[in-house]
């Protein structure tokens, strides 16, 4: 490689900074590495080429004689001829374990792990959420086993260190190739990755160290829920391996809906209906809100379909201080079968009002409904 530019070879420019040479030799090593390229011979060159060149720009020593004079080797050796030398692909190993049976990731297994989170779905009806509630629930989950403490070891008998991975979890695997030696880390086979191996399994776990129990846990529901409100519990989910911290309980809310109210947010909704003259003439009603009944005076001449505002009588807001309002939608009846009576008392309104009555038929050229008789 005397004559090629280890910066082209990378795909940069001159001047890369080290971020950027890392990222290419990443790249071009994935797609050229030699597990990934069986039998190629091209993609082997390429890589060789690569190594070669990322080994020169990633010494800083190197790097700099090699922007200087062309060169990064003033002995002769230069760096076509020796192969790899043993080149262990160290900080890349996240790349290069999918390549080498790792799995992709060098963790330790043996390490604390944090529970499951489990999450639980509570009905309530309209009433309890509006006001709040105490609930118990039942749940399954997994817990540490109280008679080997989640050792997975028998009474009296503690886990062994795993003799073939010293406790790590993982081993180190080297490999010869044609392109020199890799090594690469896997999970080790013995214990399973855990470092440990439980000689006498605990009898009543059977050896995992955690048992599935059915719990009772009370639940606190503050007032204002609403359906698809999330309640998280910490610390009320599945227990950890190995000392890890258990994980969360999230319990999801669903209400049933109201018979009689339509909840918009904390705001509340309601119909009420009265007659045509009350409308006319103004009334007070009797309006049903969570909280009992309330008087309000309804003024006259109030059209059918009229919102009027309860202020502060809807919805606690959750976590927080107020309410919402309550609406009450006034819906005027048309009075349907009228008896002579009130035909005539109705006739005589219209008089009083001016309207040109039918002499024959006693009907509005236009009715109440605008339409033509």
Known sequence: MANKDYYEVLGLQKGASDDEIKRAFRKLAIKYHPDKNKGNKEAEDKFKEINEAYQVLSDPEKKSNYDQ????????????GGGFGGFDMGGFGDIFETFFGGGGSSRRRNGPVRGNDIEYTLTLTFEEAVFGVEKEISITRSENCEHCHGSGAEEGTSPKTCPTCGGSGQVRVQRQTPLGSFVSTSTCD?????????????????GKGHIRKSRKIKVNVPAGVDTGNVMPLRGQGEHGLRGGSPGDLYVRINVTPSKVFTRKGNDIYIETHISMSKAAL?????????????????????????????????????????????????????????????????????????????????????????RKK
């Open 69 to 80: 004079f062309g060169t990064a080797d003033f002995n002769g050796g230069g760096f076509g």
């Open 190 to 206: 013995r214990c399973n990755g855990n470092g440990t191996i439980v000689e006498k399994p605990c009898t009543h776990c059977r």
């Open 282 to 370: 103004g009334t007070e009603i009797t309006v049903n809100t969570v909280e009992g009944n309330v008087k309000y005076t309804i003024p006259e001449g109030t059209q059918s379909g009229t919102l009027f505002r309860l202020k502060g009588k809807g919805i606690a807001r959750v976590n927080s201080t107020g309410k919402g309002d309550q609406y009450v939608k006034v819906i005027v009846d048309i009075p349907k079968g009228l008896t002579q009576k009130q035909k005539e008392a109705l006739y005589a309104f219209m008089e009083a009002s001016g309207e040109e009555i039918d002499a024959n038929t006693h009907h509005t050229k236009k009715s109440l409904f605008g």
